[in-house]
């Protein structure tokens, strides 16, 4: 499990989780119209200072198809963080809806350790709007140098596709006070061979620790 080490309060985290099904059972991610059987991710905030958590694990998060004996799936669960100031422990674990949690189980949660820091906003910021088969697509931005693009490198997986600028103007990161507008990107993918598998979709800035939110992304090439 990977989350940003330091977030503003009630800002947007995403949580990069990976669930790998030990047992010797298919695990099916769809359950029965009362949504008994459905499995999820759940997370919840646990306030260092304070012996409960902040809440239950109200944030949850569809396993995206079936995993088989020995599988892993990976899930990306985007929440937002407490909204005061403090060191936190964003703790998740997997759940068949109406039967049990997999830590009541003997499994383990995943933890990570966050810390909520005071006013003043992120240094940088920025979102993945759009990751498909005909573009990959989205913004940032970096406080301390306003007008100034980001360079962004986008990855499958570990394999880099590409180095871009963030340098596109949108009225509407202008309308929104992000520097002078000009902090867009897109880039059209350009595969090698159309075999129908998952392509893991990351955007990073480049030299800096930073993904965008909502990176990974994962798709699948169309005919």
């Known amino acids: 499990m990977q989350t940003a080490p330091s977030v503003q309060p009630a800002a947007p985290v995403v949580a990069k989780l990976r669930v790998t099904n030990e047992s010797d059972v298919l695990w099916r991610s769809k359950?029965?119209?009362?949504?008994q059987y459905a499995l999820r991710v759940g997370?919840?905030?646990i306030d260092s200072a304070a012996p409960n958590p902040t809440h239950d694990y109200q944030n949850r998060f569809d396993f995206p198809y079936d995993v088989?004996?020995?599988?892993?799936?990976?899930?990306?669960?985007?929440?937002?963080?407490?909204?005061?100031?403090g060191?936190?422990?964003l703790e998740c674990d997997a759940v068949q809806e109406l039967v049990h949690w997999f830590h009541s189980m003997g499994s383990p949660v995943g933890t990570a350790p966050v810390t909520v820091a005071g006013g003043g906003g992120p240094a940088i910021e920025g979102f993945l709007d759009r990751?498909?088969?005909?573009?990959?697509a989205g913004w940032v931005w970096e406080k301390d140098y306003p007008n100034r693009p980001v360079q962004l490198e986008i990855y499958d997986g570990d394999v880099r596709l590409a180095t871009v600028a963030a340098g596109t103007?949108?009225?509407?990161?202008?309308?929104?006070?992000?520097?002078?507008?000009a902090h867009s990107f897109s880039f059209t993918p350009h595969f090698k061979v159309l075999d129908g598998k998952p392509h893991m979709i990351r955007v990073v800035a480049a030299?800096?620790?930073?993904?965008?939110?909502?990176?990974p992304r994962t798709l699948k090439e169309g005919p």
Do not use: H
């Not at 359950?31 to 949504?35: W, Y």
């Not at 599988?71 to 407490?82: E, K, Q, Y």
């Not at 990751?131 to 990959?136: C, L, V």
């Open 31 to 35: 359950g029965l119209a009362n949504d």
């Open 43 to 45: 997370c919840r905030w």
């Open 68 to 85: 088989t004996p020995g599988d892993s799936v990976a899930i990306v669960a985007t929440l937002n963080a407490p909204s005061s100031p």
């Open 87 to 89: 060191a936190y422990t």
């Open 131 to 136: 990751a498909d088969n005909e573009m990959i």
């Open 169 to 181: 103007f949108r009225q509407d990161l202008r309308d929104a006070g992000k520097g002078n507008g």
């Open 207 to 215: 030299g800096k620790n930073f993904e965008l939110a909502g990176s």
